[in-house]
């Protein structure tokens, strides 16, 4: 695998993730910072706790990278996502996309945070003031009633 | 002899991480249904399979040594 | 004027300007870097330099995070321009923009280049091998033939 | 006096990124034909003015001690 794409239980550096994809053909970086919210529908987070797949998860965060790079030529991408314990304002996810022209960067963005949230195995439980739960399809467009997303979701 | 993974709610429901299973030649229908009865796992039915780190659908038949992992609808990002 | 939206002769650093949008409310920070590109259309570039009227482009800086603030409710945006010599893959901006929800950070960062390209006094000289030009109206949608842009690009 | 501030192409030309300028009960437009004059600043034509650092119409009439800047098709970003 390329170690452009990978799991960490340690903080994340948007820094670190930014300069694996600068690059003198590129005019443009986009980046995507997801961090840990405090209130989801009105209900008050306390702290987030992430698991991943981590083998596999680094595999489908490689594969994102890949299908953008087939429909957005001439991009370079890298993600990281942390996982363990983490506080409000924690950086959860930082995804880095380069391209020579700005409206492929958003674009390619965009795409990679909707696929993490499709194929790759990683998953959040919110701790709250009276509970706790492991999210699941936070998309909430699919149910996977058949046991597995759709083909075209893996391919 | 077959390595089955389990993540978040299943993984925590059967308390475990990581079981043996003897699942050669069955097909990963099979092996949910082996798993709901003896661990009470319901929600392995709205999980997906992965063997050996890639997704496979219900009819694929599990060789010697496949390491199977149940996904439950993943929440990353 | 607010301290989120500067000129700056120093190398900008990304990390500084996604501290600034970073709240418990957000849960996506959205940044967006434009680096010096080597090439354009074919043709090599050496290094930029890049001029501002720095008080009046403050201004319009801040008045772009007043205008997300009004189109997309509950975003904090941060804006810096390097100005000077920069050579290729230099950080030119960084806007960072954060907000409860993904979709939205993604639109009001596109909204915020877009807008700097139409109303922030800031121009850049690019240097080839065989001679230097002061770029102008990159976007080439207008050519301000009344010499000024229209007044809805100003408000 | 006024102030006129250059930017760009525009400084480049003139060879000086501010001069005073009597402008006094000028129109913008008016402004822009002097200098276009005496400087040979035909880009003038195509640049926008500012008024103390806010976009300024051709018809707007110069106030003592106002500052104009004349700001070419701009490029940031």
Redesign the interface.
């Known amino acids: 695998m390329s170690n452009k794409f990978w799991i960490s239980e340690k903080a994340l550096d948007i820094q670190e993730v930014v300069d694996l994809v600068t690059r003198r053909e590129a005019g443009a970086i986009n980046t995507f910072i997801g961090t840990v919210r405090e209130f989801t529908k009105g209900k008050r987070t306390l702290l987030l706790e992430y698991q991943a797949y981590v083998p596999m998860a680094e595999k489908k965060l490689a594969q994102i990278g890949e299908e953008i790079k087939e429909k957005w030529p001439d991009t370079d991408t890298a993600i990281a996502h942390r996982i363990g314990r983490l506080d409000i304002t924690d950086i959860a996810v930082v995804i880095a996309v380069s391209t020579p022209h700005r409206a492929d960067s958003y674009d390619a963005s965009r795409y990679a945070i909707e696929r993490i949230k499709e194929i790759v195995p990683i998953w959040k439980k919110e701790y709250w003031e009276n509970g706790e739960e492991w999210i699941g399809d936070q998309k909430e467009q699919k149910a996977y009633p058949k046991g597995q997303p759709d083909e075209e979701d893996l391919t | 002899m077959n390595k089955i ?1 389990l ?3 299943l ?2 429901k059967a308390g475990k991480a990581e079981l043996q299973l003897e699942a050669v030649n069955k097909s990963i ?1 099979e092996v ?1 249904e082996l798993l709901k009865d003896s661990y009470q796992l319901e929600e392995i ?6 063997v050996n ?6 009819d694929f038949v599990v060789k010697e040594g496949d390491t199977i ?1 149940f ?7």
Chains 1, 3 share one sequence.
Request: proline share 7%; net charge negative.
């Open positions: 993974l993540f978040a709610g993984q925590e229908k949910k039915d709205t999980s997906m399979a992965a780190e890639e997704y496979a659908n219900g992992a996904i439950p609808p993943v929440s990353g990002g």
